[in-house]
């Protein structure tokens, strides 16, 4: 699992053939570099593979559900990436 850790994390336009002002879409929400990285120690001591990516920032994916759910710069949030079922079931089954 990769785990944004990026302190501004920018917005990555990664959608193609939409009108002109969903690119110009903001959220400068503040991204949570320490907690990224005890995630990441946790995930690890747990035996998932768990990496931090400093400049990844958040794609469309991430960005409609934080638009639609809290404003810009109220809530700091990390984003994981290639996180897949197996995955999901492994952290749920850790948590247990």
């Known amino acids: 699992m990769t785990l944004t850790a990026a302190s501004r994390p920018e917005l990555i336009y990664d959608y193609y053939g939409f009108p002109a002002?969903?690119?110009?879409?903001?959220?400068?929400?503040?991204?949570e570099p320490l907690l990224a990285r005890t995630i990441a120690q946790q995930l690890e001591k747990n035996g998932i593979e768990a990496t931090l990516h400093a400049s990844?920032?958040?794609?469309?994916?991430?960005?409609?559900?934080?638009?639609a759910l809290w404003p810009p710069r109220r809530t700091p949030y990390l984003a994981p990436e290639r996180y897949g079922v197996r995955?999901?079931?492994?952290?749920s089954k850790k948590m247990i």
Do not use: K
Request: contains cysteine.
């Open 56 to 67: 990844r920032g958040f794609d469309h994916g991430i960005l409609v559900l934080l638009c």
């Open 87 to 91: 995955l999901s079931f492994l952290i």
């Open 21 to 31: 002002e969903s690119y110009q879409v903001e959220y400068p929400a503040a991204g």
